[in-house]
Every structure is written in C-alpha cells, then in structure tokens.
C-alpha cells in the first residue's frame, strides 16, 4: 500500500499518516496508510489500493487494476473472481455510504441542539419560552443520541 501511495508523491509520516487529499482544509495528517488499505479519520475515506487508486485517479475498478500492472485476460483471475472482488466493492461503497449518512445525521442533530440551547440561553429561566425551548432540547438531545447509538452500531457491525 505505501508504494502505491508513493507513486502520486505522498510520503506518509513514521506514524504511517499523510494529509487525505480526498477532502479540501486538511492540516494535519489524517489518513492513516497500513499494510494494506487506507482509512481516514477526517472524511472516512476507507479502502485498498483498488479503492486508492480509483479515488486519486477518479476512474473504476477496471482501469485501477490495469494501473496497478494487472491485466484482464490472462492475468490468471477469473471471471469469477474478478465478479467477487466487484461485488466486494460495491458492498463497500454501500457501507461506506451508509456510514457517511450517519455521521452526517449525527452531526446535524449535534448542531440543531446546540443552537436550540443557545436560544434557550437567551431565555428568561421558567418562562414559557425557556420551558418550551427545554422540552425541544430535551427531544434534540434524543435525536442526537439515537443517531449515535445507529453510528456505534455500524461501526461495530463493520468491525465484527
């Protein structure tokens, strides 16, 4: 993986990360290259060199495998397995999406509450305002937990 990522003149620090040039404003290094795939931990950009590739180069499977030295015909895989790994990563993309989702949900709960309680803020304490703005907090809150409770649980799925 870290010769692949080499390539396109990324030098991954002695910790093993680099800055993800899959999202715009990173800083600090925030995807972590291992053995063998790549995660990062500001935008959840997740995969193997397949997924790498296809990304930096904004191209497919076919054509990330090609780029990489592999060949279609007589390249030794089969159809079939050639298949399995398609299909391996199209369920990943479907994760993957489904993740983003939930983080996203998470996020725009955690935001709703915390402008609800700023308003709140502005509130003369035990008036009806304030009283009605906690209620609303209180179900905010409920959202924001029930999003995390769903991102903890795939995160687990994906990991078990």
């Known amino acids: ?37 790549f995660h990062c931990y500001g935008c959840g950009a997740d995969g193997d060199i397949f997924k790498f590739v296809m990304l930096m180069e904004n191209c497919d499977f076919k054509t990330a495998f090609r780029q990489l030295g592999g060949e279609y015909s007589g390249s030794g895989l089969s159809d079939a397995a050639v298949l399995r790994i398609k299909k391996r990563q199209i369920e990943r993309d479907e994760k ?13 709960a955690c935001d709703k509450m915390k402008a609800k309680a700023q308003e709140v803020e502005s509130y003369e304490p035990m008036s009806d305002e304030w009283c009605s703005g906690k209620n609303e907090l209180e179900k905010l809150q409920a959202a924001a937990d029930d999003a995390l409770a769903q991102l903890l649980d795939l995160q687990r799925h994906e990991s078990g």
Request: glycine share 6%; net charge positive; aromatic share 10%.
């Open 96 to 108: 993957d999406r489904i993740m983003k989702q939930a983080k996203e949900k998470y996020i725009q």
């Open 1 to 37: 993986m870290r010769d692949v990522v080499e390539r396109y003149g990324l030098r991954p620090n002695r910790a093993g990360f680099i800055q993800c040039p899959f999202h715009q404003g990173d800083r600090t290094a925030s995807l972590k290259i291992y053995k063998d795939n």
